[in-house]
């Protein structure tokens, strides 16, 4: 039984006629699901901590609307 560097694989050798036979770990799908849960609760918290976050800008001007139409006044017809 061997592991490769570069890949999770373990690749075991047959006896007899020395063909590779590549098989992958077990994985413990408890701590997989306990790792998704954990990123996925820290991704719903910090939306929550951005959403309801009151930055201390104030709101900005309303712009006012100019006493004349000048370069923009309707023509009569």
């Known amino acids: 039984m061997s ?3 570069t890949s ?4 075991f050798l047959a ?3 020395g063909s590779e036979i590549v098989t992958f770990p ?3 799908w408890g701590i997989v ?3 998704a849960a954990a990123v996925l609760g820290i991704a719903i918290g910090l939306m929550v901590l951005v959403s309801s ?3 201390d800008e104030p709101p900005s001007p309303v712009p006012t ?3 004349s139409c000048a370069p923009f006044c309707p023509t009569p017809t």
Request: charged share 20%.
């Open 53 to 55: 976050a009151h930055f």
């Open 3 to 5: 592991r490769s560097p």
């Open 26 to 28: 077990r994985l413990n």
């Open 65 to 67: 609307p100019p006493a």
């Open 33 to 35: 699901a306990t790792a």
């Open 8 to 11: 999770a694989a373990v690749i």
């Open 15 to 17: 006896l007899d006629d």
